[in-house]
């Protein structure tokens, strides 16, 4: 068989060069990662312990009608009390939950924007080789074979260049999409984030403010039972 010619071996170096870089890296996954899911589990926690709450305020309100004993009033503030506490402690949570979302996104954007700069490199690298080669053209290849054989192997390999050329562009292409994709999520958590914290300072002052005036009520109840028993 006839040795390839030093155009065609010119042009397999490039295609060599071409194939030697690495597939764009996956962005890496943590098992622990937090998820949307897990903050609007907890929103459905608070959901059913504000209606929760809601039904014991009317069961509050008409032990005040019917002028229940004192004992039951305050056994029911108690336990309304302990709902404030266990939706603080949901806010509490999902505040935390929101604030590591932010931060695993923060390190997924870095990633993706470290993945887009290596595939750039990568592509530019494949680009100057092939510039570096421009003189060996594929029609020169073409042309300047000696044989049918070489003529088709020349073409085949000029295929195999041409469609390295692809994948590389097509590589730079979706890490380039993907590190955009990775920062609209990451802008997208960082406000929702900060929405929350204004939403929930809120309803912690509320919440703060009803165990308040039901520990004040309970303090009257304590001193009305404690005086009733004196008697």
Do not use: W
């Not at 029911?76 to 402690?89: G, P």
């Not at 070489?150 to 085949?156: A, Q, V, Y």
């Not at 692809?166 to 590190?179: G, I, L």
């Amino acid at each position: 068989m006839k040795k390839r010619s030093l155009k065609s071996r010119a042009l397999a170096l490039v295609l060599a060069l071409a194939c030697a870089f690495p597939l764009m890296p996956a962005l890496s996954t943590d098992a622990r990662a937090v998820t949307q899911a897990q903050i609007d589990a907890l929103e459905a926690e608070r959901d059913e312990i504000r209606a929760e709450r809601e039904s014991m305020q009317a069961g509050i309100d008409e032990l005040e009608s019917q002028q229940a004993s004192l004992l039951e009033q305050k056994y029911a503030l108690d336990a309304q009390n302990e709902l404030y506490r266990q939706e603080l402690e949901l806010i509490d949570e999902q505040l935390s939950l929101y604030t590591q979302l932010v931060a695993q996104k923060a390190r997924e954007v870095e990633a993706a924007t470290s993945a887009e700069t290596e595939q750039l490199a990568a592509y530019r690298r494949h680009v100057r080789a092939m510039e570096e080669n421009g003189s060996y053209t594929y029609l020169a290849i073409i042309f300047g074979s000696s044989s049918l054989a070489e003529l088709i192997s020349n073409l085949d390999m000029i295929g195999e260049v041409m469609e390295a050329d692809r994948r590389m562009y097509d590589q730079y292409t979706s890490a380039r999409e993907q590190s955009e994709e990775v920062q609209a999520e990451y802008q997208e958590v960082l406000s929702g984030l900060e929405e929350k914290n204004a939403e929930y300072e809120t309803e912690r002052a509320e919440l703060e403010e009803r165990i308040d005036e039901a520990n004040q009520l309970i303090v009257e109840l304590e001193a009305e039972i404690e005086y009733t028993t004196e008697l």
